[in-house]
């Protein structure tokens, strides 16, 4: 069964940086577009950003975040992180056009932590 496996996660200064992958494990893995939701303690899991062949961020990480993507994996780059960022972050991937929707993802990863510390 192919899963998608999140990494490099971890505990950051506010201000500081991080990346996060995510790639298919146990197979092939066809997919049309990819997207990165986030969830803090007690809050719903949010969009942050999706990419097929252009990207869709939330506003409240546009020019801090970049979302890519190869052959291999997708990547959140995270830049000028802030405390509030502090959440688990999960991948998802879709077959059809990129969207801000959760419950049009049908693949997740098991998410990685990402915590910012002030």
């Known amino acids: 069964q192919v899963k998608l496996v999140e990494s490099g996660g971890g505990l950051v200064q506010a201000g500081g940086s991080l990346r996060l992958s995510c790639a298919a494990s146990g197979g092939t893995f066809s997919r049309h577009a990819m997207g990165w939701f986030r969830q803090a303690p007690g809050k719903e899991r949010e969009f942050v950003a999706a990419?097929?062949?252009s990207t869709t961020y939330t506003d409240s990480v546009k020019g801090r975040f970049t979302i890519s993507s190869d052959n291999a994996a997708v990547y959140l780059q995270m830049d000028s992180l802030k405390p509030e960022d502090t959440a688990v972050y999960y991948c998802?991937?879709?077959?059809?056009?990129?969207?801000?929707?959760?419950?049009?993802?049908?693949?997740w990863g098991q998410g990685t932590q990402v915590t910012v510390s002030s």
């Open positions: 990419i097929d062949w």
């Open positions: 998802a991937a879709r077959n059809r056009y990129r969207s801000r929707r959760r419950d049009e993802y049908d693949t």
